[in-house]
Structure formats: structure tokens, C-alpha cells
T-cell receptor
Framework: KNQVEQSPQSLIILEGKNCTLQ??????????LRWYKQDTGRGPVSLTI?????NTKSNGRYTATLDADTKQSSLHITASQLSDSASYIC?????????????FGSGTRLLVRP | NAGVTQTPKFQVLKTGQSMTLQCAQD?????MSWYRQDPGMGLRLIHY???????DQGEVPNGYNVSRSTTEDFPLRLLSAAPSQTSVYFC????????????????????FGPGTRLLVL
């Protein structure tokens, strides 16, 4: 079954600390992997899009890594800020059942405390 | 640009009532889609459209209808609301999709609306 699993489900860190969110997928064949940030009460906003050939991609304090061999991705947040409090969603694009689809993980809820 | 807009923000319905969730985008995007988001689950695709006059079913289409008469608008209709349709609904758009098969290209970013929170009693 094509799945995208994220861990942890929730995370609390202190402002200024770093954290890493994990995404494991069983989707095959794989096209690309996306990370979205979703603030409470808002729609998801794209952070990064990574192809299978990319290992690392950064967007400011956000750095995504991808290991296509082990089907794992991570999102590292450096020097966290209160505004980083949000849900982070991993999405994999794959060719499934004769069409391309986006398969969404259930997200990691991050809370940054002062 | 307003981006993707959705109305209403909140709605309470009684079982059996019908309603239309509105979605509009001003970015001239060809591809539009509707998702629902439930606690503990990833977003699930309800219906999508690859251009005006063309719509297709997603993963969970039952109980919902869509139409696409213009590039800008993509309304979602609940024909007879059920408690199982209590959810947060998101509309999204992107510039193009590689053919009707919906290829999510490496540079294809989706833009999401703010969502409609629906409660069916």
C-alpha cells in the first residue's frame, strides 16, 4: 500500500533550538517529495520540492533531505522561532493506479515555546 | 493577487441539507482541486479539474459534485449533507498539469486556500 508516514506526531521545543521531522514513504515509483507548512486555521504552504536525484534542499532556516534508497526524508529547522509553530506535512508524488497522484502524510504538529 | 479564496470560512448544516462551497483563484491556473482534511489523516482528494469544462473524481468523491465553467471558479456542492462530511475543506490550484493524467512536475507548486470548516449535525 502506498503510504506516507510522519514522525513524531507532535513535538514541543524551546525557541532557538533546532529540530528534525521525519517522513518515511512506501510509494513507488516515486516522482518528487514536498514539504508543506500549515499554520493553524490556514491552508498548507509549500516549503520545498525535491526530486529523487536531490539529496538536500534549503529554504531559509528549513533544510530538507532525501534518501531515495531508504525512502526517507527529513525536515530540519534551525534556530526555531515562535512563528515556526505549525503542522508540517510531507507529500509524495507518484504514479499510482495509472495516474500521477499526491499522497499526503498526516503531518507533524510543532509547538515552539518561548 | 488574492491567490486562492474560499467562502464561507465556517458553516453548520443539518443532515440532509445541501450547500455549495465556493473557491476562486486569480492566478490563471489551469488545475484546481478540492481536498478534505480530517484529524489524524492526510489531505484526501475529492475532485479535481484540469481546465474549464473538465472535472474528474479523486479519492473520496461520494456525496460531492463539482463543475468548472470558468478558469477562476471551482465550486464544491454537497448534495445531502451527512455527519461524515464534517471536515475542513481546502481548495488548491496550480499553474498547469502535464496532461489529463495529472503529472506533478518537479516545479509544480500547489497554492491552497484558507479552508472552510464544515460541521454537519
Amino acid at each position: 500500500k502506498n503510504q506516507v508516514e510522519q514522525s513524531p506526531q507532535s513535538l514541543i521545543i524551546l525557541e532557538g533550538k533546532n529540530c528534525t521531522l521525519q517522513c518515511n514513504y512506501t510509494v513507488s515509483p516515486f516522482s518528487n517529495l514536498r514539504w508543506y507548512k500549515q499554520d493553524t486555521g490556514r491552508g498548507p504552504v509549500s516549503l520545498t520540492i525535491m526530486t529523487f536525484s536531490e539529496n538536500t534542499k534549503s529554504n531559509g532556516r528549513y533544510t530538507a533531505t532525501l534518501d531515495a534508497d531508504t525512502k526517507q526524508s527529513s525536515l530540519h529547522i534551525t534556530a526555531s522561532q515562535l512563528s515556526d509553530s505549525a503542522s508540517y506535512i510531507c507529500v509524495v508524488s507518484a504514479y499510482v493506479d495509472s495516474s500521477y497522484k499526491l499522497i499526503f502524510g498526516s503531518g507533524t504538529r510543532l509547538l515552539v515555546r518561548p | 493577487n488574492a491567490g486562492v479564496t474560499q467562502t464561507p470560512k465556517f458553516q453548520v448544516l443539518k443532515t440532509g441539507q445541501s450547500m455549495t462551497l465556493q473557491c476562486a483563484q486569480d492566478m490563471n491556473h489551469e488545475y484546481m482541486s478540492w481536498y478534505r482534511q480530517d484529524p489524524g489523516m492526510g489531505l484526501r482528494l475529492i475532485h479535481y479539474s484540469v481546465g474549464a469544462g473538465i472535472t474528474d473524481q479523486g479519492e473520496v468523491p461520494n456525496g460531492y459534485n463539482v463543475s468548472r465553467s470558468t478558469t477562476e471558479d471551482f465550486p464544491l456542492r454537497l448534495l445531502s449533507a451527512a455527519p461524515s462530511q464534517t471536515s475542513v475543506y481546502f481548495c488548491a490550484s496550480s499553474y498547469s498539469v502535464g496532461g489529463a493524467q495529472g503529472f506533478w512536475g518537479d516545479e509544480e507548486t500547489q497554492y491552497f486556500g484558507p479552508g472552510t470548516r464544515l460541521l454537519v449535525l
